[in-house]
């Protein structure tokens, strides 16, 4: 008899701004889906949280797409996520696709594909995304929960602060209500200035101002004297000032924030900063491994000066380096070497497995 032919591996990075997925021999992922399963606020991504399996179709059928199909073989997905906040997406994702037919599954939490990603087994990860900042201890490819901090102030709060600093200069043109209370009508579009409920193009257009027009400053801003104001003019042609924010909303990231949201029932907490998040991630660091460097990943951490600023306020805590990976996704080629690499790196589960137990049981 024939051996049979080996599964297709199709790796899945769940972000909260973006899918990533694509066959896991290649070095970059053939598919960016636009956020589904994790959900543009950072709320969703609060532990505990669930999703219905609706969310996760369009990853399953671009998963059916890139394997041909869910027969034989089967393809093994391998699939990373933030390292814990969303423990509970991970599994229903997992446990969808196998009831769907996929072979096999794996998960890689985060913070362990952004380690194989820099060639090495053990790390001390600093990951700014856009839902969710984590700092996490990686010790043999494994991730050490006791080191673990995670905070959802991250490129979607730093949106926030955009849009907070722009509220005084700009008009937004957005959809408003019909006069009965009916769906959005594109005929009662009106300009009205910001307040209330956000259309989505102001959230779109504060991420690219930030993307853009925001950097760190190369020194600890409130040593600098104020700057000269700087206008931008915005695609609709409207003129902003942008240096009362520009360097603001970064340095957040390193001196700590209140909380987005402090008037709600169950506000989230204050963010402290990253110096202090590692300070937290490093008393459950092994003394052993590289404790002196640190591995910073994510989209967030692209600001101009930042990674520089951000080995500076480290020093007090040791931390002598801070290395960054050029790929975008370096959590994805994690799990392309990962793929590659198989056993002991990646166990995977299966249908079986679900069966017997009626759960998932993974590790991480
Ligand atoms: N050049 C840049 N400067 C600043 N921020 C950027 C830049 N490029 C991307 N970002 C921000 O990075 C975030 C996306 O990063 P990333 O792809 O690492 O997140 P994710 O993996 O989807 O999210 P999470 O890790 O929270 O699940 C977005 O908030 C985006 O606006």
Not at 39 to 60: R, V
Request: charge should be negative; hydrophobic fraction near 40%; aromatic fraction near 4%.
């Amino acid at each position: 008899m024939p051996p049979s032919p080996e599964p297709v591996r199709i790796a899945i990075d769940l972000g909260a701004s973006s899918t990533r997925l694509g066959d896991a021999c290649r070095p970059v992922p053939q598919k960016v889906l636009p956020a589904t399963a994790l959900s543009y606020h950072h709320g969703a991504q609060q532990a505990g949280s669930t999703l219905e399996p609706e969310a996760f179709e369009d990853i399953l059928a671009e998963v059916s797409n890139l394997a041909g199909d869910f027969q034989s073989p089967r393809p093994a997905l391998l699939i990373s996520t933030p390292n814990a906040a969303s423990a509970s997406l991970r599994q229903d994702l997992a446990e969808l696709a196998l009831e769907k037919g996929v072979g096999s599954v794996a998960l890689l939490p985060s913070a362990v594909a952004a380690t194989i990603a820099s060639g090495r087994s053990d790390s001390l990860v600093v990951d700014l995304g856009a839902g969710l900042t984590s700092v996490a201890s990686v010790v043999r490819c494994e991730l050490r929960k006791a080191s673990l901090q995670e905070h959802p102030y991250a490129g979607n709060a730093l949106d926030e602060q955009v849009l907070h600093a722009l509220q005084h200069q700009v008009a937004w043109t957005c959809r408003v209500t019909g006069a009965h209370g009916g769906r959005d009508d594109d005929t009662t579009r009106k300009r009205q200035k910001l307040g209330g409920r956000l259309p989505f193009s102001a959230l779109r257009l504060a991420q690219d101002l930030k993307e853009t027009v925001c950097f760190c400053a190369h020194v600890p801003l409130a040593s600098l004297p104020p700057d000269e104001p700087y206008r931008h003019t915005l695609p609709d042609g409207q003129v902003i000032e942008v240096t009362s924010f520009s360097r603001q909303v970064p340095e957040t990231l390193l001196l700590g924030a209140p909380s987005l949201d402090a008037a709600a029932a169950d506000p989230t907490p204050p963010f402290p900063g990253l110096p202090a998040l590692v300070s937290e991630a490093l008393v459950g660091h092994e003394p052993s491994t590289s404790t002196s460097e640190v591995l910073l990943v994510g989209g967030s951490s692209r600001f101009v000066n930042f990674r520089d600023r951000l080995q500076a306020a480290l020093t007090a805590s040791g931390i002598t380096k801070v290395n960054v990976l050029p790929q975008r996704y370096a959590s994805w080629l994690g799990l392309s070497v990962a793929a590659s690499l198989g056993k002991p790196v990646v166990r995977y589960h299966t249908k079986a497995e679900l069966e017997e137990f009626g759960k998932l049981r993974f590790t991480a």
